[in-house]
């Protein structure tokens, strides 16, 4: 689901909003994204793949290629699949992992604050 | 092309960037995105759908379409067909058109310009 702040969430499901999409490339690469980010956001709530896939719709094979993926681009991993869980043996994510999710949300946060006024403009160029 | 300013340019051609991308959406339709952007910037540039639409790559049909679309969801249109061009009958942008570019073009600097400090710390984390 994309994520709406105060600032932008529509007053009625289809009034304009504007949003911001933050991605880190490397190459043709998108190595931190929106999607990787609901992703480690679903591990933590759920401390297992399995559940954080079928919560954001995703294959467990699709969810695993994308934390692999991730854990490979990043100097140190994001998730720990030894640790997590209410019986051990789920995945959790590591500190590096809460410290990526945590510092791209601000991210956003940051940027729609800061340009909360010139949104507001953008928007209202629209007919509806 | 993407854009990229001094803060988030890369040093080396792969080295990973951090970049924004803005859109507006009204339901499932992205009514303004950095592709409209850049086809204003294009058209303000060259005063020709024709030639805006080969710098970028694009058929004149999809640039038109692209065009009409944007006009039609906006309360005053972005672009003059009647205007514009050496002779005129080429395609210029409306003061709406300048308004609107301005305002995502400045959207973009400021979050940032506000973000760099995150924006540093989360490429930072990648292992390149």
Redesign the interface.
């Known amino acids: 689901m994309p994520r709406t702040t105060a600032a932008t969430r529509p007053a009625k ?15 043709d690469v998108i ?2 994204g929106p999607g990787k980010i609901a992703l480690l956001e679903a591990v933590a709530r759920t401390g297992s793949i399995t559940t954080a896939a079928k919560s954001l719709d995703m294959s467990y094979r699709r969810a695993w290629m994308l934390l692999d993926e991730l854990n ?5 991993p994001a998730v720990d699949s030894s640790k997590g869980g209410q019986h051990g043996g789920g995945t959790a994510l590591t500190p ?1 992992g809460e ?2 999710v945590e ?2 949300r ?2 956003e946060t ?2 729609e ?3 909360a006024t ?2 507001r ?3 209202r ?4």
């Open positions: 499901p289809d009034a304009p909003q504007a949003r911001f999409r933050l991605r880190v490339t490397a190459g190595a931190i490979s681009q990043l100097k140190s590096v410290r990526l510092t791209y601000r991210i940051t940027a604050k800061a340009t010139d949104m403009a953008l928007v160029l629209l007919n509806r």
